[in-house]
């Protein structure tokens, strides 16, 4: 059974940092793209980052503009799992972020959280003072 399990969320002040982890059992990573989304009280689920399984680096990875320059996506299909480095949080980060899986397709991940077929439960982020 394909299960993808996110931790590392908490409560952070404004400008500190967070590394969220998605945990996948049941399946090979090494097969699949995964992507991170989040969605805030109120508003639409929307793509923060994405990682290619072909290419996992540069290229092979995507911010959305609002987190370019402070968050960093990577992956570990060793111990399967992929990790989102959050620096320089925002109130505007707070949300509840989600992880997600697709089988590759290409050598470029996609942000579209339409996309993905499998997802984690999510875990909440809180930026506050």
């Known amino acids: 059974q394909l299960q993808l399990v996110e931790s590392g969320g908490g409560l952070v002040q404004p400008g500190g940092s967070l590394r969220l982890s998605c945990a996948a059992s049941?399946?090979?990573?090494?097969?699949?793209?995964i992507g991170w989304f989040r969605q805030a009280p109120g508003k639409e689920r929307e793509g923060v980052s994405c990682?290619?399984?072909?290419?996992?680096?540069?290229?092979?990875?995507d911010y959305a503009d609002s987190v370019k320059g402070r968050f960093t996506i990577s992956r570990d299909n060793a111990k399967k799992t992929v990790y989102l480095q959050m620096n320089s949080l925002e109130p505007e980060d707070t949300a509840v972020y989600y992880c997600?899986?697709?089988?590759?397709?290409?050598?470029?991940?996609?942000?579209?959280?339409?996309?993905?077929?499998?997802w984690g439960r999510g875990t909440r982020v809180t930026v506050s003072s």
């Open positions: 997600a899986a697709r089988a590759t397709v290409h050598e470029m991940c996609l942000l579209g959280w339409w996309r993905y077929d499998y």
């Open positions: 049941g399946f090979t990573l090494d097969y699949y793209d």
């Open positions: 990682i290619n399984s072909i290419n996992s680096s540069g290229g092979g990875t």
